[in-house]
Structures are given as structure tokens and as C-alpha cells.
């Protein structure tokens, strides 16, 4: 059973810094992809930034610049460094493991931390 934890989220002024942090409960280096998504109000749940396991990165074309998505296998950790918030980051954000095996795709969520950016 795969579970992660994200913690780090809160209320930050607009130009304010916040840095989540994705804790699983098995070895992040058996994950194909970790990523970070986030859901606004009103809005679908929208791809924020995926690291493989090899290192690539990639980043939605609205947070390019601002946010940096990383990894520590050694603490099974993954991180999402979020500089020059906007209002518009304001959203629930989800961490996400995938493994892909056999063709198939196996996808694991986290419960989710607010992020709210307002002055």
C-alpha cells in the first residue's frame, strides 16, 4: 500500500514563497513519476509539475519560472519549491506516485494541502 503525505501548505501573500513536501510511505525510487497537481475552486484537477526517475522535470506553462519540483530518494520525499505566488495558485494541491508495470498504470494520491494566496 502506497500513501503520501503532503504537508506545507497555508495562507501567503501575493510575491510569497511556500515549499510542499510529499512524504510516501515506500521507496520513491520504485515510482516511474511523482508529480504535483492541484485543483482551484470551481475548477478540474490540472497537472502542476512531474519529476521521473531519472530526473526530468516538467512544469504547466503557468507555474514555469516560479515553482521547481524535487526530489530526495533518500528520505523518500518529494518537494515543490513554490516562489512568486499568485492568487490564481490559490487551489488544493495533490501529490501523486506513478508506476507504470505491464503496460499499465498505477496511480497514488495524497489527501491533499490548501494553498491560499491572498493579501
Known amino acids: 500500500q502506497v500513501q503520501l503525505v503532503e504537508s506545507g501548505g497555508g495562507l501567503v501573500q501575493p510575491g510569497g514563497s511556500l515549499r510542499l513536501s510529499c512524504a510516501a510511505s515506500v521507496s520513491i525510487g520504485s515510482m516511474n513519476v511523482m508529480g504535483w497537481y492541484r485543483q482551484g475552486p470551481g475548477k478540474e484537477r490540472e497537472l502542476v509539475a512531474t519529476?521521473?526517475?531519472?530526473?526530468?522535470?516538467n512544469y504547466a506553462d503557468s507555474v514555469k519560472g516560479r515553482f521547481t519540483i524535487s526530489r530526495d530518494n533518500a528520505k523518500n520525499t518529494v518537494y515543490l519549491q513554490m516562489n512568486s505566488l499568485k492568487p490564481e495558485d490559490t487551489a488544493v494541491y495533490y501529490c501523486?506516485?506513478?508506476?507504470?508495470?505491464?503496460?499499465?498504470?498505477?496511480?497514488?494520491w495524497g489527501q491533499g494541502t490548501q494553498v491560499t494566496v491572498s493579501s
Open positions: 519529476i521521473t526517475s531519472g530526473g526530468s522535470t
Open positions: 501523486n506516485a506513478r508506476r507504470l508495470l505491464g503496460g499499465l498504470s498505477y496511480d497514488y
